[in-house]
């Protein structure tokens, strides 16, 4: 549900004439730019956690500036993506005071608040004009705000240059905003340095392969501060691309000669990005070695590479072989799952066998989905060994 204009319009004309809590805001109109709506609604990685991630084998280290590791983009990647973070790379600034503070806010950046009063929302309604409030809102007090913005950035809300344009309630010195959608935005950190002995930079794209994002690609520029980061500046960028590369799991992914018509190449395995969703799915695909294009993507097993009732934790193995005896290399995988369980933590796991058969003439592989239905229903996916002995009694396909 996208805002409504005449609730929009009568706020931005009343806040003109607000002097705003605690200190005269300058109200500035939100910026037109196109909204973007996300499914994703998992909780906030857990901050501690995330940001050990991009650390790992770094305390400490004087070999500054260098290039970051795919570990520590995925930690980096992690923690933007946080409910408090992402709204930092929906503008641009080259200060830290010059941050938007609409976009960081929009969706209450996590900040777990009290409703609105039966007081606090008459004073809204006279401020506004409005006859009711017709959509979910955000509020947040001053003192939440400046707590928030002083582990962000270091500073407070009277250090911003571009103020907050919410309705102000001066009595309960609260900040209320009013929105029916979200702007939340994930990113990918695709490239990034160590530039000093604590300050990152990061090329990040928004969206993914899949997603037509409404804003740029950015540089992103963060300042170690204790078991978090400081957002320094954030420059929009032409020429940075989406790239899978920081999400190859290395141990399963393997330089291999599949025959005709495929000849030597580089099978890779690549683990979701859960930022776009919990129970996005794994994906395998064959590389070009000598320029790393994309010569092959293996079937998904549900459309959209996603999974309905579980999510993924690890492939166990890959293997290359000649199953079905036709001369030709086929792969075998298998995969462990987690069951999802609605409003609980954790579920059953499982192991799924996906049996990709080589079809030479077409130039693909098919998912052999007779045989894997035959192997599971008979718990006959275990190990690589236990599939080979077995997989002569699922027949040939037609």
């Known amino acids: 549900m996208k805002k409504i204009k005449r609730l929009w319009i009568a706020s931005?004309?009343?806040l003109l004439f607000l002097t705003g809590c605690k200190k005269e805001q300058d109200i500035q109109k939100q910026p037109d730019a196109k909204e973007q709506e996300q499914e994703n609604r998992s909780e906030e990685p857990d901050i501690e956690q995330a940001a050990e991630n991009p650390e790992t084998g770094i305390e400490g280290q004087e070999n500054v500036p260098r290039d970051l590791t795919s570990e520590e983009l995925r930690g980096f990647t992690q923690w933007i993506n946080g409910k408090s973070n992402y709204g930092f790379l929906l503008s641009e600034y080259?200060?830290?005071?010059?941050?938007?503070?609409?976009?960081?806010?929009?969706?209450?950046?996590?900040?777990?608040?009290?409703p609105l009063s039966k007081a606090e929302e008459e004073a809204y309604l006279e401020i506004t004009g409005e006859e009711e409030i017709y959509t979910d809102y955000t509020r947040l007090t001053t003192?939440?705000?400046d707590e928030f913005l002083k582990e962000k950035l270091g500073l407070s809300l009277e250090d911003m240059t571009k103020g907050l344009p919410w309705a102000c309630l001066p009595d309960s010195d609260a900040w209320v905003w009013q929105h029916g959608d979200t702007n939340y935005m994930n990113f990918t950190c695709v490239s990034g340095r160590q530039i000093s002995a604590d300050t990152y930079e990061l090329e990040?794209?928004?969206g993914d392969e899949n997603y037509e994002p409404a804003v740029p690609s950015c540089r992103l520029t963060l300042q170690k501060q204790g078991e978090d980061y400081q957002f320094?500046?954030?420059?929009?960028?032409?020429g940075v691309e989406y790239s899978k590369e920081i999400w190859k799991i290395e141990e399963q992914s393997f330089n291999v000669d599949l025959g005709a018509p495929w000849g030597d190449v580089y099978f890779v395995s690549y683990a979701p990005d859960k930022s776009v969703s919990g129970n996005r799915d794994v994906t395998f695909s064959i590389i070009k070695p000598s320029d790393g294009a994309e010569?092959?993507?293996?079937?998904?097993?549900e459309e959209?590479?996603?999974r309905r009732n579980e999510q993924f934790q690890e492939v166990q193995a890959v293997s290359f072989k000649d199953y079905d005896g036709d001369g030709n290399l086929d792969v075998i995988i298998l995969i462990e799952y987690q069951l999802f369980i609605y409003n609980e933590e954790e579920g059953d796991r499982r192991q799924e066998v996906r049996l990709y058969r080589s079809r030479p003439k077409e130039g693909d592989?098919?998912?052999d989905t007779d045989r894997m239905d035959y192997l599971s229903i008979n718990d006959f996916d275990h190990s690589i060994e236990e599939i080979m002995e077995h997989i002569d009694e699922a027949g040939r396909p037609e």
Request: proline fraction near 6%; hydrophobic fraction near 45%; aromatic fraction near 16%.
């Open 12 to 14: 931005v004309c009343v």
């Open 94 to 114: 080259t200060r830290p005071q010059d941050v938007d503070l609409s976009q960081v806010f929009y969706s209450g950046a996590g900040i777990e608040t009290a």
């Open 143 to 145: 003192g939440e705000i």
């Open 204 to 206: 990040c794209v928004p």
């Open 232 to 238: 320094l500046s954030n420059i929009y960028t032409a």
């Open 295 to 301: 010569l092959f993507r293996f079937p998904f097993m």
């Open 304 to 306: 959209g590479e996603y």
């Open 365 to 367: 592989f098919v998912l």
